[in-house]
């Protein structure tokens, strides 16, 4: 029998599944189509996908509801269908055996990068009130409002959950671009403030451009939540073949999953382009760090600056340059995101008395 969630989520960090979307692109079902609807004709393909992050290692297993609201819904014909979809959603993984938590995923109604109209308030709140009073009647363990960027709509979201259930745990992240910032400019700061006012315990981050780009944003959610999120996807896409490939492989997932626990996140996984393989690779470095509770960390009650400080750095080569005859080397960068075969082979080129070396932007054109 599964412990409260609240209970378990104190004991030790706790591994997320990855990605629904881009893991039914690869049963080949085209771009496009409405991946919800499968909740209802082809039950065996997403009770497949949760089998097999269950068999993973992932604890938390995700509802493949992201999209299930009426405005999204209407898209396709499908907006008087929401409470059945939504339900079902739920009953393919409560088939399943085991003891793991259900997350009820409930994704933005505005689609920022596709569309310039603005929804009407109201439209809003009624969507959102429709898919989250089917998910919470189906019996869920907490509500997963993911990939958000505008911080009002995600509110209005929150406010609409707290008043159908006050006590349902509840999760949110808020996707952050290079900038580290959201689409609309909010920093972690600002989200992670605003949403520890409105009474979210768990915040955090997921999707982005992969891993390092989270974990460079984490500090300041970390500093605000009661516990923390991350599920990035597994690096940017590249479109090719007809499909998108995503660079990040497991064993780099591995690396920043030992990082993010060092940082004191809760739970981890994985968004756009990860796999049951990346979730493997996740819960392997959980049980190899061996961790038994939940790191203390020192949350700070002062407002940390978001507006970046020049940082100076100690410039040896200038000194040598000054001085010297200097030789540097001109170096291709690495041809996927792993990066030890290239810093393995400059420290061999520090060890010759090279002073620097030039990484080439796109060497081949």
């Known amino acids: 029998m599964k412990k ?16 629904m979307g881009t893991m039914i692109n690869s049963f080949d079902i085209p771009k496009g189509e409405c991946h919800e609807y499968l909740n209802l004709v082809n039950k065996e393909l997403i009770s497949q996908i949760h089998r097999e992050y269950l068999e993973a290692g992932a604890e938390i297993i995700t509802t493949n509801t992201f999209g299930a ?14 409470a059945e979809i939504n339900r079902c959603g739920v009953e393919i993984l409560k088939s399943l055996p085991g003891d793991f938590y259900i997350a009820a995923s409930i994704g933005p109604l505005t689609r920022p990068y596709e569309e310039i109209k603005k929804i009407n308030k109201n439209t809003m709140k009624k969507a959102f009130k429709e898919q989250i009073e089917a998910l919470l009647s189906s019996g869920v363990d907490l509500l997963k409002f993911e990939t ?28 952050y671009l290079e900038n580290g910032k959201t689409m609309f400019g909010i920093s972690p700061v600002e989200a992670a403030g605003e949403l520890k006012k ?10 982005g451009i992969g891993p390092q ?3 460079q944003i984490i500090d300041q959610i970390i500093s605000y939540a009661d516990y923390t999120i991350v599920y990035p996807n597994a690096g940017r896409p590249a479109f090719s073949y007809g499909k998108f490939q995503y660079p990040a492989t497991p064993d780099y997932f591995a690396a920043y999953t030992s990082k993010f626990l060092k940082k ?9 382009g990860t796999t049951p393989a990346h979730i493997k690779k996740i819960k392997e470095v959980i049980e190899k760090e061996g ?53 393995n082979y400059l420290r061999k080129l520090k060890a010759k008395n090279v002073a620097g070396v030039n990484i ?3 060497p081949l054109g």
């Open 213 to 215: 780009s989270i974990f």
């Open 264 to 272: 004191g996140v809760n739970i981890i996984g994985g968004c756009c």
């Open 360 to 362: 080439a932007d796109n």
């Open 69 to 82: 609201n009426r405005y999204i819904l209407d898209y396709f014909g499908l907006g008087n269908r929401v």
């Open 4 to 19: 409260n969630f609240w209970v378990r989520l104190k004991e030790s960090a706790i591994v997320l599944d990855g990605a």
């Open 198 to 207: 409105a009474g979210v315990q768990i915040i955090g981050s997921n999707c």
């Open 148 to 175: 958000f960027s505008n911080l009002e709509e995600l509110l209005t979201a929150v406010k609409i959950a707290k008043k159908l259930d006050s006590k349902i745990p509840i999760s949110c992240s808020m996707v």
């Open 291 to 343: 961790l038994t509770k939940v790191r203390e960390y020192k949350k700070t009650t002062k407002k940390i600056k978001v507006t970046p400080e020049r940082i100076t750095f100690p410039n040896e080569f200038k000194k040598r340059v000054k001085s010297e005859f200097v030789m540097t080397v001109e170096v291709d960068p690495p041809k996927t995101v792993g990066n030890v075969k290239i810093v």
